[in-house]
């Protein structure tokens, strides 16, 4: 008895998930919806280059002054303090 039972679930299962696929597909003819494919774009776009036709009349941005890196001159100035102690291991 349990072995048809076996062989009629996955049938019930098939029905109703097409019968729920069919519904909604009606739903979609009633509402008037059709398929139109996705075509390839036929207009050309302008290149980026030939756009520019002036180089930029502002500087790009710098960081503020505390923030950039100091100059190599002098060394002292330069270093960068270290807040985690540094020791040699010595093994």
Same mark, same amino acid.
């Given at each position: 008895?349990?072995?048809? /039972?076996?062989?009629?679930?996955?049938?019930?299962?098939?029905?109703?998930?097409? /019968?729920? =696929?069919?519904?909604?597909?009606?739903?979609? =003819?009633?509402? /008037?919806?059709?398929?139109?494919?996705?075509?390839? #774009?036929?207009?050309?776009?302008?290149? #980026?280059?030939?756009?520019?036709?002036?180089?930029? #009349?502002?500087?790009?941005?710098?960081?503020? =002054?505390?923030?950039?890196?100091?100059?190599?001159?002098?060394?002292? /100035?330069?270093?960068?303090?270290?807040?985690?102690?540094?020791?040699?291991?010595?093994?």
């Amino acid at each position: 008895l349990s072995v048809p /039972g076996g062989f009629i679930l996955p049938t019930v299962l098939g029905c109703v998930s097409l /019968g729920i =696929a069919s519904l909604i597909y009606l739903a979609a =003819a009633i509402r /008037g919806e059709h398929w139109e494919p996705i075509l390839p #774009q036929t207009e050309t776009k302008e290149r #980026q280059g030939e756009s520019i036709k002036q180089p930029p #009349q502002n500087p790009p941005p710098r960081p503020p =002054a505390e923030v950039r890196r100091k100059r190599a001159e002098d060394v002292e /100035g330069a270093a960068y303090v270290n807040p985690i102690p540094v020791t040699a291991n010595e093994s």
